[in-house]
């Protein structure tokens, strides 16, 4: 879609010939990192993200989501506790190296006081986390929790810049 108050988009400096296509990716559309050693309830979590209008990116351990946090943004991150060797704690203090200040939800089979307990280790460093849900979760509400982080993402890539 043209954006008539920035103007024409700028050519790539590889030429017009290797440019992607303009119609090749939404420019709407916003990615979420689903952070889960599960390979179902990492599915899971994939497929309800894409329902609630996000591009998923899955990672299964600790390394996987370092590894994708160092290479792009996401909008909004899933945050499993349990990753094996490493723990939803590692990856939290990766964020904070990292100055990440995307939202998380955190998605658990802990026990409530586990997962408040790190909500709140995770307010004291600054880390973003919208809720701390427990396994099995429910989709509707997880879904819903998403929807509202893509409406602020877009609220906030549409709002105009301050003079």
Sequence with gaps: MLDLARGPSPRPPFGPAL??????APAAALGVLVIDDDPVHRMVLCKTAERAGFVPTPAASFGAA???????????????????????????????EMGCRTPIVIVSGSNA???????????????????????PVDLTLLRQLLVRIRQTAEAGATAPLPA
């Design 19 to 24: 440019a992607a296509p303009a119609a090749a």
């Design 66 to 96: 370092v590894a994708c946090l160092r290479r792009g943004s996401y909008s909004a991150i899933t945050l499993d506790l349990s990753l094996g060797t490493r723990n939803g704690l590692d990856v939290m203090h990766a964020l904070v």
């Design 113 to 135: 006081a586990m997962r408040s307990e790190t909500a709140s280790m995770a307010a004291l460093m600054r880390l973003d986390v919208r809720e701390a849900l427990p396994k």
